[in-house]
């Protein structure tokens, strides 16, 4: 059975991410021959017949069995018509193309995701200073900023003060920011989810709250039963008033930040393609 992984990250690193290794030597560990695909550097040719064929690296791919959408950002119309071929050559691709679209913007995740477990949020351009004004009368300091298209962390602040907010809006001028109410954060829990159904979940900072696992689990699959997606990662915070809040649901989930359990989560992700495989009754026969 023929696997293959489409992800941005091989797009704009020029080799695949720690994760996507981590998926493929998971496929081979279980006698699959997989591949991790560029999607900007697909190709198709239509047959006279109609039939459509699907190439990569000069290999004709069409013949795939199964096709795992990981990272889309940069090439979302290339991610959207490789799913599309793929599908149409009779792939069970996951996740299916119309929902490729899903993952591309933080508020367009957060609408999908509706649910009480959200902290008071705004979405704003930094250059809105009227909007910037209000957002400040509604949200009390200390307040949580991060740009819409940051990932890992990357842009995270804490601001305190008017001042230091200023000084943020400079450095990210013309980008698209998220301000939130701070959460005085004691446990954040990482659940992954697997068909709507909770398949494992890692503490990823503050304590190990083990007496309360099962609620962190239970948000995640509330929030899963909303998402168009197939495989989903819920960043689920317990804050020091006992409150829960869902910090991000994410269809690609780094599960390489859990460093002691990614293969182990490798692994539950490709029995989890092997076994829509079995159920649909895809498997290919030549």
Not at 19 to 48: H, I, M, Q, W
Not at 127 to 143: C, G, Y
Not at 158 to 174: D, F, G, N, T
Not at 208 to 235: C, H, M, W
């Amino acid at each position: 059975m023929k696997l293959l992984i489409s992800s941005t990250d091989l797009t704009e690193r020029g080799h695949p991410s720690t994760g996507d290794l981590s998926l493929v030597r998971a496929a081979t560990s279980k006698g699959l021959e997989s591949k991790v695909v560029d999607p900007t550097g697909v190709t198709y040719c239509f047959e006279n017949n109609g039939e459509l064929r699907v190439f990569y690296d000069s290999e004709d791919v069409s013949k795939t069995d199964l096709v795992l959408f990981r990272r889309t950002r940069g090439a979302e119309l290339e991610s959207y018509q490789f799913a599309k071929a793929m599908e149409e050559t009779g792939a069970r691709v996951i996740d299916p193309a119309e929902s490729l679209i899903y993952p591309t913007s933080k508020l367009v995740t957060q609408i999908s995701r509706g649910t009480k477990y959200l902290p008071k949020t705004f979405f704003v351009n930094s250059t809105q200073e009227k909007e910037i004004q209000r957002i400040v009368e509604e949200l009390s300091f200390p307040m949580a900023v991060k740009p819409q298209q940051g990932t890992m962390g990357k842009g995270f602040a804490k601001i305190s003060s008017y001042s230091e907010l200023q000084s943020y809006l400079q450095k990210y001028r013309s980008a698209f920011l998220i301000v939130q109410e701070y959460l005085d954060i004691v446990t954040l829990k990482r659940i992954l989810l697997l068909g709507k159904k909770w398949a494992g979940s890692s503490f990823l900072m503050g304590t190990t709250d083990y007496d309360n696992s099962r609620k962190f689990e239970k948000i995640g699959e509330e929030v899963a039963q909303s998402s168009p997606t197939e495989i989903l990662g819920v960043d689920v915070a317990k804050t020091s008033n006992e409150r829960y809040f869902v910090l991000e649901a994410n269809r690609n989930p780094n599960f390489t930040r859990m460093t002691e359990g990614t293969e182990f989560y490798a692994s539950k992700i490709v029995d989890y393609l092997i076994s829509q495989k079995k159920s649909k009754g895809f498997w290919r026969i030549e």
